[in-house]
């Protein structure tokens, strides 16, 4: 593996000294199953713990107003691509599906309002994954 | 809640992405609140925006 060329900006100096040296597959997958997980492991703490009750919350209000979680359909292209957002949420993911939730109800006055927030809460997670990247690379 | 009121929906989704935006994108505490209360603000006020150019718009 190539070595990365040190980054320009400085680090925080509050910025816990061994994050670097995290794998950052471990930091992606923590990140990716644990929203704000990959953040707890790097020590922020802070941050961590809000993203851990935010995005859960967003994911958990979008079940409650029915919305759906979408199966991968490579022939339907926006459902994919709504099934890959909703994957990105992670574990609360998965056991929505294994308990049942997120069927959807098409008929419901909130449904879309249901997608939205379940989709919302899986690209956020994305984008705090790609934070935690940073972090692990000492750039923030 | 009032699960029907397309705007109390609106306003929730928005504070809850601000929350998550500004502390994403901020690191101190003050920062994070005015970064989170700038989104907020942006995507409710666009959104009502919008909605005021839909409605004179014959559809």
Known sequence: ?140 | MNRTSHVLLMTLFAACVAAVGGVLLKDTPAEQARTAAGIFGSLVGAALAFGWILYFLPL
């Not at chain 1, 492991?41 to 809000?50: C, D, Q, S, Y």
């Not at chain 1, 958990?60 to 949420?89: C, Y």
């Open chain 1, 1 to 140: 593996m190539a070595a990365r060329a040190p980054s320009k900006r400085p680090a925080r100096p509050s910025a816990p000294a061994p994050a670097a040296a995290r794998p950052l597959a471990l930091v992606y997958l923590l990140g990716w199953l644990v929203p704000g997980g990959g953040h707890l492991w790097l020590g922020r703490t802070a941050k961590g713990a809000a993203f851990l009750v935010m995005l859960p919350l967003m994911f958990v209000i979008g079940l409650a107003l029915d919305g759906r979680l979408f199966p991968f359909a490579p022939g339907d292209p926006l459902v994919a691509l709504a099934s890959i957002a909703n994957v990105g949420s992670g574990l609360p993911y998965f056991i929505a599906q294994a308990l049942g939730f997120g069927a959807g109800r098409v008929i419901s006055v909130t449904y879309e309002y249901g997608n939205a927030f379940l989709i919302a809460a899986g690209l956020l997670n994305a984008l705090v994954i790609i934070d935690a990247h940073d972090i692990a690379l000492g750039r923030k």
